[in-house]
């Protein structure tokens, strides 16, 4: 079945340093979501890409969407304490569902 | 933001008994819901997806008779664990899509801690 997968699985970094978590799917994608969950809580929804090649912007964080439609990226600049929480991608497949596939996920930890 | 209520945030049961988490879109309709399961540290893992007035659409490897699902209206979704046991153990997590406004994005539920004795 259908994989998407992120690396890293875990991430430390200083406050101030940059973070980036990739997101790969076995297959193609029709859109591609980014959603955060702080410990102890639920997802919340960040952004959603669709097009190829997209880029969108959100204050620090950058988001891709790759060319073939099978990865993505989230970049985040200058991290901060605030940052901290997991990472997941959840992609669409094109055969026209609408079930999300979640990625494994980043764990970001930011360091005062 | 469109709100989705889950109920109850966790539940202690015994093994063998049946417990049944609620889903609710508050304010916006939700023609599909999605129930995930999500182990510590770990990914939300798909097991269902709930459309309103159809049989559910079931993961490879997810028991259906295990897990049964209702999408009786447009804002309630159910996850019903027959016969639970310790392994049943873990988070439950559903999520409601919403077209149009918020663009079809996914909101979730605050989630459901299940722990069966």
């Known amino acids: 079945g259908q994989q998407v997968m992120q690396i890293p699985q875990y991430q430390h970094v200083q406050e101030g340093e940059d973070f980036t978590t990739y997101c790969n799917s076995s297959t193609t994608l029709s859109n591609i979501q980014w959603y955060k969950q702080r410990p102890g809580g639920h997802p919340v929804f960040l952004i959603q890409?669709?097009?190829?090649?997209e880029v969108k912007k959100q204050k620090r964080l950058t988001f891709q969407f790759g060319e073939a439609k099978k990865n993505s990226s989230l970049h985040i600049t200058a991290t901060q304490t605030t940052d901290v929480g997991t990472y997941f991608c959840?992609?669409?497949?094109?055969?026209?569902?609408?079930?999300?596939?979640f990625g494994t996920g980043t764990r970001l930890k930011v360091l005062a | 933001g469109a709100v989705v209520s889950q109920h109850p945030s966790w539940v202690i049961c015994k093994s063998g008994t049946s417990v049944k988490i609620e889903c609710r879109s508050l304010d916006f309709q939700a023609t599909t819901m999605f129930w995930y399961r999500q182990f510590p540290k770990q990914s939300l893992m798909l097991m269902a997806t709930s459309n309103e007035g159809s049989k559910a659409t079931y993961e490879q490897g997810v028991e259906k008779d295990k897990f049964l699902i209702n999408h009786a209206s447009l804002t309630l979704s159910t996850l019903t664990v027959t016969s639970a046991h310790p392994e049943d153990s873990s988070f439950y997590i559903c999520?409601?899509?919403?077209?149009?406004?918020?663009?079809?994005?996914?909101?979730f539920g605050s989630g459901t801690q299940l722990s069966v004795l």
């Open positions: 959840a992609g669409t497949p094109t055969s026209g569902t609408y079930k999300y596939i």
């Open positions: 999520s409601a899509r919403s077209t149009g406004t918020y663009n079809e994005k996914l909101f």
């Open positions: 890409l669709v097009k190829s090649g």
